[in-house]
């Protein structure tokens, strides 16, 4: 089983197409048979993110609500859906679009590793993507079809849509539950928002720790960025009945 999960935003404006493109390139993610299915897990209070239930509804993914938004929460669910102490968990930022990379990277470590108990974080920096606003035709119309992301993030990083953000390490972090569990399973992460302290806990106690960013891409919107590109909105509304009959 392999859980992928993250804290949400409303779902509207700028946001929903953000977000959908994150989570369709989530979507296509294949990782291979020993690594079990894949469950997507989005996490928010209904009454704080607008249409969450119609997104997971869509999307075949997995809603939890009621949820403190802190990390201590967040993780102590995602692991509630695995079923061993060696299947992967990814934590992502909901901005966050992935490649196959990330499969690939987390297979080979994975091999190298697999003589020793199964602790370890991998875990990298991004891209900012100056065409975050327009949306993967796949999901206009509520639809998830096969998406060559690959191709995808390979041409945006060769025509600089682009810019590498090398000192912001806190994006995504692909461990296992025993990495951040006691001997009892349950979870250590104090009540904090602070992701750092992810990266410092498994230094600090040997757990192997590795920064996969030069072989996993990874692109991200940043609304806060200062690179001043003016990104062309285009609303996307996939709320209308008639696209889901």
């Known amino acids: 089983m392999v859980v992928i999960f993250s804290l949400t935003k409303p779902f509207t404006d700028n946001a929903y197409i953000e ?3 994150a989570i369709l390139s989530w979507k296509q993610l294949e990782f291979p048979p020993h690594a079990g299915s894949k469950k997507i897990i989005l996490c928010g209070n209904e009454n ?3 249409n969450i239930e119609t997104i997971c509804r869509v999307f075949d993914i997995i809603h939890h609500s009621n949820i403190q938004t802190n990390l201590s929460s967040m993780f ?5 859906y695995t079923e061993s102490d060696d299947e992967p968990v990814l934590y992502i930022n909901n901005r966050i679009i992935l490649d196959s990379t990330i499969v ?3 297979d080979t470590f994975s091999q190298i590793v697999s003589q020793i108990p199964p602790r370890y974080l991998l875990y990298g920096d991004r891209h900012d993507w100056l065409n975050s606003l327009q949306p993967f035709e796949e999901f206009r119309y509520g639809q998830c079809r096969s998406l060559n992301l690959d191709s995808y993030i390979t041409h945006y990083l060769k025509n600089n849509d682009a810019v590498h953000t090398p000192h912001n390490k806190l994006n995504y972090f692909l461990h ?7 001997d009892k399973g349950q979870c250590i992460i104090p009540p904090i928002d602070d992701c750092q302290w992810l990266i410092d806990y498994a230094t600090q106690n040997n757990i ?3 920064d996969v960013s030069k072989t996993v891409n990874v692109l991200y919107y940043n609304p806060e960025s200062d690179l001043n590109i003016k990104s062309k909105y285009i609303k996307v509304n996939i ?3 008639k696209q889901f009959n």
């Open 76 to 80: 102590q669910v995602a692991y509630t």
């Open 176 to 182: 296992t539950r025993k990495t951040f569990c006691d």
């Open 104 to 106: 690939k990277t987390w």
């Open 208 to 210: 192997h720790t590795v």
């Open 48 to 50: 704080e993110v607008e």
């Open 19 to 21: 977000q959908m493109n």
């Open 239 to 241: 709320f209308k009945k």
